[in-house]
Every structure is written in C-alpha cells, then in structure tokens.
C-alpha cells in the first residue's frame, strides 16, 4: 500500500502546467527551448514523496520517487508502536520543489502518524481536510497490521 504526499502532488500539477504555458510560449522562436522545458516539467511531473507498507513482512518506509525508482530505509513495525490521529486547526504549508515557495491550507485538518509508547516519537503517515478519510485510513492500517488506534497522550517520566 502506498499513501503519496498530495499537497506536493497538487503543487507539482500546477508548477508543471505554469512551466508547461510558458515553454509553449518562449519555444515559437527558438525550438531547443521547448526540450529543455520538456525535461524540467518531465522531472517535476515524475517526482513523488510518501509513505509505503509491506503489510506481508510488516514494514514501512518514507520513499522519494523519481519516475520508476524509489529510494527510502524499510523499518521494522513492532508491537509498541500506537496509530495515533491529531486533528489540528490553523494553517498547514507545504514545501515546494525546485522554483515554487509553498502550498498553503487554512482551517482545520486532520494527520495521522505512528507514535511509539511514549507518544513522543512521531512516524508522519498522511493528512487530509477530510477527517473520515483520515479515520477510514487508520481503520485499514489498524485491521491489516493489528496495531491499535490511540488517543494522543504524551505520557512523560519522572526521574
């Protein structure tokens, strides 16, 4: 199972049909300019980021994509570890690539993560506007990897 970044997807469809407009319109004169664009909105358009499961072997892992290949460490899914839902309000930015500044989406939204027993260690899954989504999701990852969804409870040890 595979969840993709959809804020950095969403950016990198709108930088790629802006960068797409302009090397339409800059290549009428000189043509070269139009298969130095045509590399740029290639890389942009074939750039990925998210998080993938191994469900059989029970692993994850953060990968960054760039058209077939993948990169990112698989890690082990033990027994202490929570999925934990957080639903925040105020304003969410998402980096962008290459030439873009940021994504930026006001009101609430919901993120879910797996956190270790503590609930001070944080693996970010996905995140979404729409909280039955985020729910549904939990719902999936919690059946398929028998791992309980917690309340957030940061729990702290005295010394």
Do not use: C
Not at 16 to 43: D, E, N, Q
Not at 47 to 67: A, C, M, T
Not at 112 to 118: G, P, Q
Request: hydrophobic share 45%; net charge positive.
């Amino acid at each position: 199972m595979t969840i993709r970044n959809k804020e950095l997807f969403r950016l990198n469809i709108i930088l790629g049909i802006v960068l797409l407009i302009l090397i339409l319109l800059f290549s009428l004169g000189f043509s070269a300019w139009f298969s130095i664009g045509f590399v740029f909105v290639s890389i942009i358009w074939g750039k990925s980021k998210g998080v993938e499961f191994d469900f059989k072997n029970r692993k994850y892992r953060k990968y960054s994509q760039l058209f077939i290949w993948k990169t990112g460490d698989w890690k082990e899914i033990t027994d202490k570890i929570d999925l934990v839902i957080l639903v925040k309000h105020g304003v969410k930015s998402t980096s962008g690539t290459m030439l873009t500044s940021s994504l930026k989406i006001k009101g609430g939204f919901s993120e879910l993560y797996f956190m270790d027993e503590s609930h001070t260690q944080r693996f970010y899954i996905a995140s979404s506007e729409n909280h039955e989504y985020i729910e549904s999701l939990a719902d999936d990852l919690s059946s398929r990897l028998m791992i309980p969804i917690a309340a957030y409870k940061p729990r702290t040890y005295s010394i």
